[in-house]
């Protein structure tokens, strides 16, 4: 043994010398040929995610004002598109979630490739936005119908001819991308970030937790669009308000001095209503439309009161003394 052991580290050290220099220019793990359909399948999925999450936020938009979704579509899925980035290639996987499920991820190390990743970010999603919103700026403003010569004109043109070559640029880089299997955009072939496996030793692995995780989310938010119309905000907040003063075991409702010193047949719904329109000093409230009388004793309007049970329902106070209104009757006067 100690003949032979001296003989075997001689000759693995003057192997490992010559070898050393071969490993040193093997290029890191590119994806093969065979692997482009993945590159354009893990495009195709993040297109599904962003899709997947731009419809709950539409939705809660047009409930907030019909066609504000339509307007401000582009920048939803900018914002869609910023987050997930940011949340997936800006993050230590260096890979977006689709490529993370194609089993990619992109190649590199140090601050500069920290950099590229985070330009072509801002190129392929903020780029695309800002070059929208200019070009239909200046088609609104009217700068296609320009003279030739003039300002307008000559900025018009030259933002077409650049469209177009980097379209034929485009067209150019995909066709490479085909032959080649290395860079699928353009912006990828600028900045030199080149797509590797993220385990070599699984060349197609999808794995299905990820898609579980958005099963559920959206199944979430389809739950919640449909149960939010069926929550009365008014019956809520007035639950919650008679709720919290019970624990501090204060009065069910807090009564405003003021409106506890209005005129008896006077309308405390109206009064309030009208305070907050116009805070200041108001004239003598006016009396009662079509009084109706609380169980409480106290007289409102027929609409005003009506209007106020519908929305609170067995929650509904008297603003005058705070107790519960629980039925109404016509006001007779006698």
Known sequence: MSTNGPQWAGAWTSALSRIEPQLAQVPAPVVPRSARVSKLDAELLDAELTDMLR???TRAMSLLRPGLADRYRLEIDTAISALLFCLSAGSARRATYG????????AGSGRGFVGRIYLFGALSIGGRYAWARMVEAMSLRGWADAP???ARGLVWRLAQH???LVKVLAVLNFVAFLGLGQYKTL???VLGLRLVYARP???HSVSFEFLNRQLVWHAFTEFVMFALPLVNPSRARAWLVRNARALLRLPA???DPEVAALPEDACAVCFVD???DAPEPQDAPSAAVNAYVTNCGHRYCYVCIRTRMMAEADECACLRCGAKVERIRQYVER
């Not at 490529?99 to 992109?106: I, K, S, T, V």
């Open 55 to 57: 419809e709950p936020v």
């Open 99 to 106: 490529q993370g499920l194609q089993n990619l991820r992109y």
């Open 148 to 150: 030739r010569r003039s």
């Open 162 to 164: 650049v469209e177009r």
């Open 187 to 189: 912006a990828e072939r």
């Open 201 to 203: 030793q699984l060349a």
């Open 253 to 255: 409702v807090k009564v």
């Open 274 to 276: 009208a305070k907050a």
